[in-house]
């Protein structure tokens, strides 16, 4: 199996740009679709991009995902930042039997 | 509008049993693959069970594999999660979440409010 790996947490002021980085251990980052999830303090996570690069109705397009195979990883990345936008960020995949695998969470401040 | 709404939750000693329903309102159920997601508290998202569109194919997370068991009803558009042999360890938040289609490869697009289970003596 493999494993994906995110930064512990990201830092940026409000109304500028920060990507947060999804790298996965083995096997290529191309293979599956990736996955990311917002999880605001005290909320049940929301999808932000589903299928490496597509919104759900309601996310605005300030939020934008991206596969890179040279560094084997995904990005999420978010500009024009916004107070609301502080939450913690789950990346997820998938391996060959179809398991879900999720990596550790980024957790984004907006100072 | 779209939506799930888990139920089911509750406190139980260990070795004991729940059952955990996802109802899903407001889109074509039979069509989407469904899962289980659970956090535990203060800790990330785990991958628990799937199930596909059709109910055909089952996964497994190694953790849960023989204790837990995942089933839908089309009918009435509810997705179970049976847990049995609870651990203190299967204390978290339980999750139910839809997929963009009828495999579980695709994206997962939808997550319900969340069902919390409390395993202790």
């Known amino acids: 199996n493999f494993m994906l790996t995110q930064p512990h947490s990201v830092s940026e002021s409000p109304g500028k740009t920060a990507s947060i980085s999804c790298t996965r251990s083995?096997?290529?980052?191309?293979?599956?679709?990736v996955q990311w999830f917002q999880q605001r303090p005290g909320s049940a996570p929301t999808t932000v991009i589903y299928?490496?690069?597509?919104?759900p109705s309601g996310v605005p397009d300030r939020f934008s995902g991206s596969i890179d195979s040279s560094s084997n990883s995904a990005s999420l990345t978010i500009s024009g930042l916004r107070p609301e936008d502080e939450a913690d960020y789950y990346c997820?995949?998938?391996?060959?039997?179809?398991?879900?695998?999720f990596g550790g969470g980024t957790r984004l401040t907006v100072l | 509008e779209v939506q799930l709404l888990e139920s089911g939750g509750g406190f139980v000693q260990p070795g004991g049993s729940l059952r955990l329903s996802c109802a899903a309102s407001g889109l074509t159920f039979s069509m989407y693959a469904m899962t289980w997601v659970r956090q535990a508290p203060g800790k990330g998202l785990e991958w628990v069970s799937s199930i596909t569109f059709s109910g055909g194919d089952t996964y497994y997370a190694d953790s849960v594999k023989g204790r837990f068991t995942i089933s839908r009803d089309s009918f009435t558009k509810t997705v179970y999660l049976q847990l049995n042999n609870l651990r203190a360890e299967d204390t978290a938040a339980y999750y139910c979440?839809?997929?963009?289609?009828?495999?579980?490869?695709?994206?997962?697009?939808?997550w319900g409010q969340g069902t919390l289970v409390t395993v202790s003596s």
């Open positions: 979440v839809k997929h963009n289609g009828r495999l579980i490869y695709v994206g997962v697009d939808l």
């Open positions: 083995s096997g290529s980052i191309a293979s599956n679709y």
């Open positions: 997820q995949s998938y391996d060959s039997t179809d398991h879900l695998v």
């Open positions: 299928e490496n690069y597509q919104r």
